[in-house]
């Protein structure tokens, strides 16, 4: 029983991190209407996620990391700020013209899309992770429930 907790426990939290991603675009774009600003609403939303992991970061005790560590990571590591800042103002300027299924389930299918390249090129450092005719299978599903969900 432990083994099976152990085993399902990351696709729980996974599956939470998914939850929380579904009302993600939501929350931000209400808010940026509530505030009758996209781009602060964007600012506040990332001020109060800095100051999050600031005290997550403070609770879990994590050393910050020297000069020289931060200076030797690659130029794209420093991306994902970035990325996300992309993410979040699309999900403002797009969740309320198209609504946050149709929102989520092509950012979903770009998702997997993307992760099978990263994956069988091994993009990123990461361990290469072939693509196979399942995985194609499963993705062109995903990109087919798109066409449903916007189609429907």
Same mark, same amino acid.
């Given at each position: @029983?432990?083994?099976?907790?152990?085993? @399902?426990?990351?696709?729980?939290?996974?599956?939470?991190?998914?939850?929380?991603?579904?009302?993600?675009?939501?929350?931000?774009?209400?808010?940026?209407?509530?505030?009758?600003? *996209?781009?602060?609403?964007?600012?506040?939303?990332?001020?109060?996620?800095?100051?999050? @992991?600031?005290?997550?970061?403070?609770?879990? *005790?994590?050393?910050?990391?020297?000069?020289?560590?931060?200076?030797?990571?690659?130029?794209?590591?420093?991306?994902?700020?970035?990325?996300?800042?992309?993410?979040?103002?699309?999900?403002?300027?797009?969740?309320? *013209?198209?609504?946050?299924?149709?929102?989520?389930?092509?950012?979903?299918?770009?998702?997997?899309?993307?992760?099978?390249?990263?994956?069988?090129?091994?993009? @990123?450092?990461?361990?290469?992770?072939?693509?196979?005719?399942? *995985?194609?299978?499963?993705?062109?599903?995903?990109?087919?429930?798109?066409?449903?969900?916007?189609?429907?």
């Amino acid at each position: @029983m432990r083994a099976l907790v152990t085993s @399902m426990l990351p696709l729980l939290l996974a599956a939470l991190a998914g939850v929380a991603t579904a009302y993600q675009p939501g929350v931000n774009a209400r808010f940026a209407a509530t505030v009758d600003s *996209r781009m602060h609403a964007g600012v506040l939303s990332f001020a109060v996620g800095t100051l999050a @992991m600031i005290v997550i970061a403070i609770l879990a *005790r994590a050393g910050i990391p020297s000069a020289e560590r931060v200076a030797a990571a690659p130029w794209w590591s420093f991306t994902g700020g970035l990325l996300g800042t992309f993410f979040v103002i699309m999900a403002i300027v797009l969740v309320p *013209r198209i609504g946050t299924l149709n929102y989520l389930a092509a950012v979903i299918a770009g998702q997997l899309i993307a992760s099978a390249a990263i994956d069988h090129f091994g993009h @990123m450092g990461l361990a290469v992770r072939k693509i196979t005719p399942g *995985r194609l299978l499963g993705v062109g599903l995903m990109v087919a429930g798109v066409a449903c969900v916007r189609l429907s």
